[in-house]
């Protein structure tokens, strides 16, 4: 395997619903925030890579006009999927394997604030004939899942209660959160119900941002600054979509990939600092931290997906969050996770490290 | 043959009530199965806020005010019409706007001439990449007031705008190009 | 790259509007016939990569999730590509990086579109907000292009008429083509109506519902059958701005500097004379003189005598699409992966009633967005001497 580092990340506030800026207005300074913190022109970039989905922004080919925005000329190597960008992040990462060039960057965006009311939009995802038609409310499978997890005891509400303080809590000292403050647990378990056993802070608040990674290869990415974090494994897997024929208690999918990052890597994911994982309800973060193994791992210390969620952009702001902990020396080795799909049916983990492999 | 159809993309639209159909396999059924569907209807409606930004913002007032406000990028000079916020190449944030006429040249066209559901006018007619003076981008829009026969690449066009009273945050307050002063003659 | 790799396995399905079967069972159609092919199970299979184009034409929002199982996916990484009408060419190419890098064996392509489960004519007809309704329909955006073209090379018109034909009477050897009209004219073409002028209705692509796969390995793992492989001997993807003054859309930069990247990898110095037969990405007639132009098969401005000369019909020195083609059939998600695939039969000497004798070297293209996305692929019958 090629040595290839994250060497700069740059997010946008996570806002519940920015009128102001169209994609581009939010998108094109934090690529030049991101690139600019490393030294980077434009023109050294060797790989595009991003994510973002029609159904968020409302129209067909969306992914064209940020890319008219982001600007490609002269013209560049570059490709796009339809997923959150942690997915176009692992596509970077396999292109500077090739040795085909050293810098990639990738970028998500994410408005989660468009669609006047995501019960309508989300249903999409499922089956189209006989799960769409259905209409489940947005958070409804989440909270079959949450309920398989206490009824087999593996959590409680207020163990998931706590998970939410905890989260809010970091979120604190987060600029780039949506939502953030010193609950107590009691007050979060007398919030209402949005989809039973899930209470309104156990769902992730849904908001617009973009996020960009900067990776570099090998001497490259030494050369851009002091530390990296360097991608050590990386693997991504599938579940089966009929929520009904899943044990919805665990995440194989989460396990598998897991297993085969840390092959990569050298290390698994018990022996990282910290761990950022895209839990889009508070529930995921008892069923992950199983998948993966974590035990005492310090779990989103910027406040994870339940301090704002921006949507195609959320996974890779954990990877983002993750490599800024050992770019500035708060981790030697982290965890960055990614989900997809009702009750996280497609999950990607990412292992990083301060140290290149020997 | 259907409808020609093919990679449109300058054509985007917000999403609400596509009629999807689905049918479900129809595997050779035992006989005291009931007969295989062949269609099911799952319209879905979805409604979206759109968000112009303040780039397209400006553009969008300064056309209720019956002018074409174009941006200038101070790193590279393109001139942005309609503008963004940031520059595609430099990606710093354009200058001030300023006002341009709004006239300019053909750079090429086509004749629309069959009609399709959700047409808004009447076949034929011209639509045309109008390269406008002063700017750095070309912008589409109709050529009307002439026989489309006529209708050449490099012919000088200028905006025929709306009146005062119909003018709103919108293209729709530039009615459509038209031959300019001599050509027009 | 250091190590050969090679297209073993290619399935698709008949390309129509296929009220029968599920979007699920008519990608399985794809899968199973690729597999088949290369003799291989799911088993052998160990990541996926989806080529799809907008999920609001059928109204499935990620339909990697809903075809975990068709795909044969549960347990493995999937990976769904967009980058408009080229996706097939990228994710084509994206399978075989994955193996170049290391980080697959074997990389099963899937591509499909099952428009007619949508209300396509309304995906494409919305009004754009900020924009002004023009109502230009979906060759309002080509029809200038092809236009200029006329003007700059001073092409007669009848050309456009008789690429449609070449195409149709090439589809008529491909049972998986959409359009089959064996008795068709260039008096046909001529008389059909105009769209959008200069296009007329039989020189424009339909839209069709079908579903493509490929399996993509390296040459330690190329399975052991009576069919052999098609090695890839280049491939390249360029993207470039859609929107901006001095833009060539006619020839675009990104297509050119695409084309030459992959000769480069494949050595191929005169493409003209070293290539045999090629697959473009042609949803409107006169767009194969343009590509032939593009990727360095014409000089510029002269594509269209190739055309005049027979030399792109079946039969002749170079022919194109001898599958039909866009024209013939068009599954949006799956044109792109079809063309790379009917580039790996011919080599593969595969391609059945549409065999050219002797292909030896094909190109493979795919194009999207404003002709932004530009996507190619060489693929051989040998094994490359130097790889890619």
């Known amino acids: 395997m090629r040595d290839v580092a994250v060497v700069s990340f740059a997010q946008s506030p996570c806002e519940a619903a920015n009128r102001r800026d169209d994609m581009a207005g939010i998108l094109l300074p934090v690529i030049r925030e991101a690139l600019g913190a490393v030294g980077v022109d434009r023109d050294d970039v060797d790989f595009f890579a991003s994510g973002s989905h029609d159904f968020f922004e409302g129209r067909t080919f969306a992914y064209i006009e940020s890319l008219d925005a982001v600007g490609a000329w002269p013209p560049v190597s570059e490709s796009h999927v339809e997923m959150d960008a942690a997915w176009a992040f692992a596509e970077a990462w396999s292109w500077l394997q090739l040795g085909e060039g050293d810098i990639a960057l990738v970028y998500g965006i994410g408005r989660g604030s468009l669609a006047a009311d995501l019960d309508q939009v989300l249903p999409a995802q499922l089956d189209p004939y006989f799960l769409a038609p259905l209409r489940p409310h947005r958070d409804a499978l989440a909270g079959l899942q949450a309920a398989a997890m206490i009824d087999a005891g593996l959590t409680s509400e207020r163990d998931l209660a706590e998970i939410v303080v905890r989260s809010l809590s970091a979120a604190t000292g987060n600029p780039y959160a949506q939502k953030s403050g010193h609950l107590g647990v009691d007050q979060v378990l007398d919030a209402p119900y949005v989809s039973t056993p899930l209470r309104e802070h156990d769902v992730a608040p849904v908001g617009d941002a973009a996020a960009v990674v900067v990776l570099a290869a090998g001497d490259a990415a030494r050369r851009l600054g002091d530390r990296q974090a360097w991608v050590r494994g990386l693997d991504h897997r599938m579940d089966t979509h009929y929520p009904g024929v899943r044990n919805l208690t665990r995440s194989e999918s989460t396990r598998v990939a897991a297993a085969r990052a840390a092959e990569l890597a050298g290390f698994g994911a018990s022996e990282v600092d910290i761990a950022e994982l895209h839990t889009e309800y508070s529930h995921a973060e008892p069923l992950l931290a199983s998948a993966l193994g974590l035990e005492r791992t310090v779990v989103n210390p910027s406040g994870g997906p339940l301090a704002g969620r921006p949507v195609t952009a959320t996974g890779l702001v954990r990877i983002g969050e993750a490599a800024r902990r050992i770019l500035d020396g708060r981790a030697g080795r982290a965890l960055a996770h990614a989900t997809n799909g009702p009750a996280l049916q497609h999950n990607l983990v990412c292992l990083m490290s301060g140290e290149a492999a020997a | ?185 | 790259m250091t190590k050969a790799l090679a297209v073993v396995g290619i399935g698709q399905s008949r390309q129509a509007k296929r009220r029968e079967v599920t979007i699920g069972a008519m990608v399985r159609e794809a899968v199973r016939g690729a597999l088949e092919d290369a003799e291989l199970t799911f088993a052998d299979i160990d990541t996926v990569v989806l080529s799809k184009t907008p999920d609001l034409f059928d109204g499935v929002m990620n339909p990697e999730l809903y075809l975990a199982d068709a795909m044969g996916s549960v347990g493995l990484p999937v990976t769904r590509v967009f980058t408009g009408g080229s996706v097939g060419g990228h994710a084509a190419i994206y399978g075989a990086h994955l193996v170049a890098a290391g980080l697959a064996r074997r990389v099963l392509v899937v591509a499909y579109s099952k428009e007619s489960e949508g209300n396509f004519t309304w995906a494409l007809s919305r009004p754009l907000p900020f924009s002004a309704q023009l109502g230009a329909g979906a060759g309002g955006h080509f029809a200038p292009v092809i236009r200029e073209y006329i003007r700059r090379s001073g092409a007669p018109e009848h050309i456009g008429w008789k690429v449609a034909v070449n195409h149709r009477l090439n589809a008529t050897r491909n049972p998986y083509a959409h359009i089959q009209r064996p008795d068709i004219t260039v008096d046909e073409v001529r008389n059909s109506p105009m769209l959008w002028d200069p296009i007329r209705f039989l020189e424009s692509c339909p839209s069709s519902d079908g579903s493509c796969a490929v399996v993509i390995t390296s040459e330690e793992h190329v399975p052991r059958t009576d069919r052999r492989p098609a090695w890839i001997h280049g491939m390249s993807w360029r993207t470039e701005t859609g929107h901006f003054a001095g833009r060539d859309e006619v020839n675009p930069q990104a297509g050119r500097d695409c084309a030459r990247d992959v000769y480069r990898q494949a050595g191929i110095a005169d493409p003209a004379g070293e290539l045999d037969v090629v697959e473009l990405y042609i949803p409107y007639s006169w767009y194969e003189p343009m590509w032939l132009e593009n990727i360095g098969l014409a000089e510029e401005h002269r594509g269209w005598r190739l055309v005049e000369d027979d030399r792109t019909a079946f039969g002749g020195h170079l022919p194109v699409n001898p599958s039909g083609g866009v024209l013939s059939g068009n599954p949006t998600g799956a044109t792109g992966l079809l063309r790379f695939a009917e580039a790996a039969l011919q080599v593969r000497g595969m391609a059945g009633e549409h065999q050219v004798q002797e292909a030896r070297r094909a190109v493979g293209h795919a194009m999207g967005g404003a002709s932004q996305f530009h996507a190619l692929w060489v693929v051989g019958s040998e094994k490359p001497a130097v790889a890619a």
């Open chain 2, 1 to 185: 043959m259907r409808e020609p159809a093919s990679e449109p993309s300058v054509l985007r639209e917000p999403a609400s009530e596509p009629s999807v159909l689905r049918e479900p396999a129809s595997e050779p059924s035992a006989p005291t199965l009931p007969e295989p569907l062949t269609t099911m209807a799952s319209p879905f409606r979805m409604d979206y806020t759109y968000v112009a930004g303040t780039g397209r913002s400006v553009f969008l007032r300064g056309l209720a005010e019956g002018r074409m406000l174009a941006r200038r990028c101070p790193a590279c000079a393109q001139v942005y019409l309609p503008p963004p916020e940031f520059c595609s190449r430099c990606l710093s944030r354009l200058d001030e706007p300023f006002e341009l006429d709004g006239r300019g040249v053909i750079s090429t066209f086509c004749v629309v001439s069959f009609p399709f559901p959700g047409q808004v006018h009447e076949p034929p007619y011209v639509v045309a990449h109008i390269q406008v003076e002063g700017s750095g981008t070309r912008l589409m829009h109709l050529v009307r007031e002439v026989d489309p026969a006529d209708v050449r690449i490099g012919m000088e066009v200028e905006p025929v705008w709306a009146g005062e009273d119909e003018r709103e945050n919108s293209l729709t307050s530039i009615r459509h190009y038209r031959p300019a002063g001599d050509e027009y003659a």
